[in-house]
């Protein structure tokens, strides 16, 4: 499938809001199946602007549950302890 650059950055500005692929294929009036199964490659286009749109959101998430735990507030330094022990069970 080929999305226009406009289209590539709607793709990321919606994944960066946390919208289902399917839901973004809607919004951008693409076949639904095209757009899902472009997500399946790690080299496409399409992937890379979904991943950047949602990986922005969950650093901005992630920065903010930092700073409120730093702060002191409980349920942010469990859900940072949950963030620490997920991550460092990904790089084993």
Same mark, same amino acid.
């Given at each position: 499938?080929?999305?226009? *650059?406009?289209?590539?950055?709607?793709? /990321?500005? !919606?994944?960066? %809001? #946390?919208?289902?692929?399917?839901?973004?294929?809607? *919004?951008?009036?693409?076949?639904?199946? /095209?757009? !899902?199964?472009? %997500? #399946?490659?790690?080299?496409?286009?399409?992937?890379?602007?979904?991943?950047?749109?949602?990986?922005?959101?969950?650093?901005? %998430?992630?920065?903010?549950?930092?700073?409120?735990?730093?702060?002191?507030?409980?349920?942010?330094?469990?859900?940072?302890?949950?963030?620490?022990?997920?991550?460092?069970?990904?790089?084993?």
């Amino acid at each position: 499938m080929f999305l226009t *650059v406009e289209q590539l950055e709607q793709t /990321e500005q !919606l994944a960066s %809001l #946390l919208l289902a692929p399917g839901e973004i294929a809607i *919004v951008l009036a693409v076949d639904t199946d /095209e757009f !899902l199964d472009d %997500l #399946l490659y790690e080299s496409s286009d399409t992937y890379k602007a979904y991943q950047r749109g949602k990986l922005r959101t969950k650093a901005e %998430l992630h920065k903010t549950i930092l700073t409120q735990a730093k702060q002191g507030s409980g349920p942010a330094q469990t859900m940072a302890a949950r963030i620490l022990l997920d991550l460092e069970s990904r790089e084993l």
